[in-house]
């Protein structure tokens, strides 16, 4: 089993900066990915960035330029920051594990953009 806890969404203007958080607990052996989605009200769940245990990067083309994945490996923890964020990035957050033919997700962080 392997454990993630989101943390760290919250409301920020437009223009305005977040991080947010996953933290990676349990049986993380084997863990060659970790992804963020996000989910908007009515919309379907997207991917938004990922890295490797190699710290390869991957970014959607909505957040490239805009966003930055790292993660922190003596605290078992991944990071999203987003720049310059925009109302249209305003979602629940979801870190993401895909480990042993299983998806484990998180709860999920409210991340909402005022205009």
């Known amino acids: 089993q392997v454990h993630l806890v989101e943390s760290g969404g919250g409301l920020v203007q437009a223009g305005g900066s977040l991080r947010v958080s996953c933290a990676v607990s349990g049986s993380t052996a084997g863990i060659n990915v970790i992804r963020w989605y996000r989910q908007a009200p009515g919309k379907q769940r997207e991917w938004v960035a990922s890295i490797t245990n190699s710290n390869s990067t991957n970014y959607a083309d909505s957040v490239k330029g805009r966003a930055t994945i790292n993660r922190d490996n003596a605290k078992n923890t991944v990071y999203l920051l987003v720049n310059n964020l925009k109302p249209e990035d305003t979602a629940v957050y979801y870190c993401?594990?895909?480990?042993?033919?299983?998806?484990?997700w998180g709860q999920g962080t409210q991340v909402t953009v005022s205009s």
């Open positions: 993401n594990v895909p480990l042993a033919l299983r998806n484990y």
